[in-house]
Each structure stands twice: as structure tokens, then as C-alpha cells.
């Protein structure tokens, strides 16, 4: 009888906790308080294109998941800006958006690319 009345509490449980799980938001997605979020790993940065408000300044938080690649260097060559990615760490990129256009970025080899669109 126990066990019977413990089965039915945890399925019960189980039941509503699921229905609690939210679905992801834009903000979850690749942007929070602390920036837009981009992960680069051994295929290349993930997203390849993200959007910031157009003449305005905007935050990239490139994270490198991968030893694998070129991924350890960062280019913005628009800007003169470089720099390294160490393994599982944050690092911040502030940039001010152009009025219309977009921002390049790139590996240190040029062969991983990505950019901001200005909207």
C-alpha cells in the first residue's frame, strides 16, 4: 500500500513540475544582461550572424568550448580589434554599431567568420 501511495506521489510530482519548465526566450537564446552570447567551437562560431540595435553600443561574450579549430583568436578587423579566447572562458567585445550595415569578426586565420547586423 506504501509503495502504491509513493508511485502515485511521484508521478503526481513529476506531473506538475513539467508543466513549470519554461520555453526558451530570445534572451535565453544568445543574449542576457551581461550581452550577446557566442560560442566558438571546432565548426565555427555559433550563431554566425547576431542582430544589435542599430547606432548604439552592443556586448559580445564569445565563449571558445573547443581545443579544436582555429577558435583561439578573435579578429575584428573593421575595428583593429584582437584577441585571445582562452578554453571555457568568457570574453567581452563592446563595440558601437554602425547606423545601417553590419561588424565583421573572425578567427585569427580568417577562416571562421561571423558578424553583427546593425537593425
Same mark, same amino acid.
Given at each position: 500500500?506504501? &509503495?502504491?501511495?509513493?508511485? +502515485?506521489? %511521484?508521478?503526481? =510530482?513529476? @506531473?506538475?513540475?513539467? /508543466? !513549470?519548465?519554461?520555453?526558451?526566450?530570445?534572451?535565453?537564446?544568445?543574449?542576457?544582461?551581461?550581452?550577446?552570447?557566442?560560442?566558438?567551437?571546432?565548426?565555427?562560431?555559433?550563431?554566425?550572424?547576431?542582430?544589435? &540595435?542599430?547606432?548604439?553600443? +552592443?556586448? %559580445?561574450?564569445? =565563449?571558445? @568550448?573547443?581545443?579544436? /579549430? !582555429?577558435?583561439?583568436?578573435?579578429?575584428?578587423?573593421?575595428?583593429?580589434?584582437?584577441?585571445?579566447?582562452?578554453?571555457?572562458?568568457?570574453?567581452?567585445?563592446?563595440?558601437?554599431?554602425?547606423?545601417?550595415?553590419?561588424?565583421?569578426?573572425?578567427?585569427?586565420?580568417?577562416?571562421?567568420?561571423?558578424?553583427?547586423?546593425?537593425?
Amino acid at each position: 500500500m506504501k &509503495a502504491r501511495m509513493l508511485c +502515485a506521489l %511521484l508521478a503526481l =510530482t513529476t @506531473t506538475a513540475f513539467a /508543466g !513549470c519548465k519554461k520555453s526558451p526566450t530570445a534572451t535565453q537564446a544568445g543574449s542576457d544582461a551581461s550581452g550577446i552570447r557566442i560560442t566558438v567551437d571546432a565548426e565555427g562560431y555559433h550563431p554566425t550572424s547576431v542582430t544589435a &540595435a542599430a547606432g548604439k553600443p +552592443a556586448r %559580445l561574450v564569445f =565563449t571558445r @568550448t573547443s581545443d579544436e /579549430g !582555429c577558435g583561439q583568436q578573435l579578429v575584428f578587423p573593421q575595428l583593429d580589434i584582437r584577441k585571445d579566447l582562452p578554453l571555457n572562458q568568457p570574453v567581452s567585445v563592446d563595440v558601437t554599431m554602425p547606423a545601417t550595415g553590419s561588424i565583421a569578426f573572425a578567427c585569427g586565420m580568417d577562416m571562421y567568420r561571423g558578424s553583427v547586423v546593425a537593425k
